[in-house]
């Protein structure tokens, strides 16, 4: 079946940077656009960053230009680098498509 594992979060202090996996198996991973959400403690889930099949961006106003998502469809991973993390962005990120979504990982971002 289709499943997405995340990889990569952790603690890291304002400033700071991590690089978010998330990997895929059960699909043709090439042929979908992929997605990452994330969901704060008490807060709706919200979308951050979207890839198309053929690498086309758009990113949450609240991440743009501190966060770059990709993906190498050879190893069925897509990626979310994210920079300048601040407080406010501690969350489960997870990823998804076609109504699947992963686990979710723990990002926390405090002094």
């Known amino acids: 079946q289709v499943q997405f594992v995340e990889s990569g979060g952790g603690l890291v202090q304002p400033g700071g940077s991590l690089r978010l996996s998330c990997e895929a198996s059960?699909?043709?991973?090439?042929?979908?656009?992929m997605y990452w959400f994330r969901q704060a403690p008490g807060k709706q889930r919200e979308f951050i960053a979207s890839?198309?099949?053929?690498?086309?961006?758009n990113y949450a106003v609240s991440v743009k230009g501190r966060f770059t998502i990709s993906r190498d469809n050879a190893k069925n991973t897509m990626y979310l680098q994210m920079d300048r993390l601040k407080p406010e962005d501690t969350a489960v990120y997870l990823c998804?498509?076609?109504?699947?979504w992963g686990q979710g990982i723990q990002v926390t971002v405090s002094s």
């Open positions: 998804m498509t076609n109504n699947v």
């Open positions: 059960g699909i043709i991973f090439s042929a979908y656009h």
């Open positions: 890839i198309t099949k053929v690498d086309t961006t």
